[in-house]
């Protein structure tokens, strides 16, 4: 797993960055970056995978082996149940005349990957078109959702598909029984991981391996950092088994996120003791004053916020409270509170609410008895990303609030 990259630590803004001021957007239910998975499978062509279908890129595709044109079933799992209102197909990057996807039928379930389907979509699709847009004709609750893709556009040889979106809104995280802390066996060796409220902190037996990042729900959302100068990073998403023993999920490279993952990475819970490595300080604020102390900027993960708002939520403050434990250790530090968004929305409405939100980070700090002298702020909005906002996977990174020391 060769990754390299220059270390920020961020502080992420996770819930709504960016919608219209006074509503939430409806999102990509069907997204990796929603911690759906694919968990049936209808054979395909070498590098043309069915996680393709995912990514929210139209650039990339799954194709059936050769003449297995007709009838390809696919079943997604998503993470948590919800109701898709609006599904849309991407077939303009096929590269074989006729053979986009033409027939399909959209079924939901709530029982199991295999049972209790109900048929929610039959449509037609046009050929080389992205971006294919049709009403779900019952707006039911869904946990899995079949697709049946009965026929292509005449091609004799191959079918292809480039994208499979169902949108709706988000539904409310539920947390793990136990939570996520633990060590788990993963591809990567034993990956050590501490829950801290919404933040994620660890570190894994590869190269020097570090991560950081959040827990949605059933949906772990981290940035992984390697070599002894954590030069190499990028994102990974993995989603956690209803009993919280064992994730999968991929990693990419940093500004990779618009293209297919670089890699699976799967886990299988070992014990509930965290464990530990030499590299690593065992804790966000030992983390965050690693990081503040080396490169003079950092990020820090869990950090929620209303949607479209700078309301901090609750679940937010043992991670603030982690920030002001590392303010308290170095009380020499002076710090700028950046925020930032992704650009979804306008540019004047994206730097006022990183504006907001970096404000209200500075508003928590002040009352938990940091020196008001010691913290400025400023919002930048989405004029400084730090991945492709053509993805919702970039999108993530880009929301954030970022510490840098003065």
């Not at 220059?6 to 239910?29: I, Q, R």
């Not at 009965?150 to 539904?171: M, S």
């Amino acid at each position: 797993m060769s990754r390299r990259a220059v270390l920020t630590l961020t502080l992420l803004l996770l819930v709504g960055a960016v919608a219209s001021p006074a509503t939430a957007t409806p999102v990509n239910l069907l997204s990796i970056q929603e911690g759906t998975f694919p968990v049936v499978e209808p054979p395909s062509y070498g590098g043309w995978p069915v996680v393709a279908l995912l990514d929210d890129s139209p650039g990339t595709g799954w194709a059936c082996p050769e003449g297995r044109i007709a009838d390809n079933v696919f079943v997604l799992e998503m993470a948590a149940e919800a109701a898709i209102e609006r599904y849309e197909f991407d077939a303009a990057s096929v590269d074989e005349e006729g053979a986009g996807a033409k027939q399909v039928t959209v079924e939901v379930s709530t029982t199991s990957a295999t049972a209790g389907f109900t048929p929610v979509l039959q449509a037609t699709l046009a050929a080389g078109r992205d971006r294919q847009a049709f009403d779900a004709a019952k707006r039911v609750p869904a946990r899995w959702v079949r697709l049946t893709i009965h026929t292509n556009q005449g091609n004799q040889g191959w079918t292809e598909l480039f994208g499979f979106r169902g949108y709706g809104e988000r539904p409310p995280f539920t947390g793990l029984p136990e939570g996520v802390s633990g060590t788990y066996a993963t591809d990567y060796n034993d990956f050590h991981v501490r829950q801290q409220g919404t933040a994620l902190v660890g570190c894994y037996e590869y190269d020097s391996g570090i991560l950081d990042g959040t827990i949605e729900g059933r949906v772990m959302k981290i940035t992984w950092f390697e070599g002894e100068d954590r030069s190499e990073h990028g994102p990974a998403v993995m989603v956690f088994s209803p009993d919280g023993k064992a994730f999968r999920g991929y990693w990419w490279h940093s500004g990779n996120e618009a293209d297919l993952p670089d890699g699976a990475w799967n886990g299988t819970k070992r014990s509930a003791a965290v464990g530990s490595c030499p590299h690593w300080s065992g804790s966000v604020s030992g983390e965050l004053t690693k990081t503040l102390s080396a490169t003079g900027r950092a990020r820090v993960y869990g950090i929620l916020f209303d949607i479209d708002s700078a309301t901090i939520r609750p679940e937010s403050k043992p991670v603030l409270d982690e920030v002001v434990a590392s303010l308290e250790a170095e009380p020499g530090w002076q710090l700028t509170i950046e925020g930032h968004t992704d650009s979804t929305g306008t540019a004047d409405h994206n730097r006022t609410l990183s504006q907001q939100r970096a404000d209200s980070v500075k508003a928590y700090l002040v009352a938990a008895g940091i020196e008001p002298a010691r913290l400025q702020t400023a919002g930048f909005g989405s004029s400084q990303p730090v991945a492709d906002n053509a993805t919702e996977l970039g999108r993530s990174q880009n929301r954030r609030v970022e510490l840098v020391r003065r």
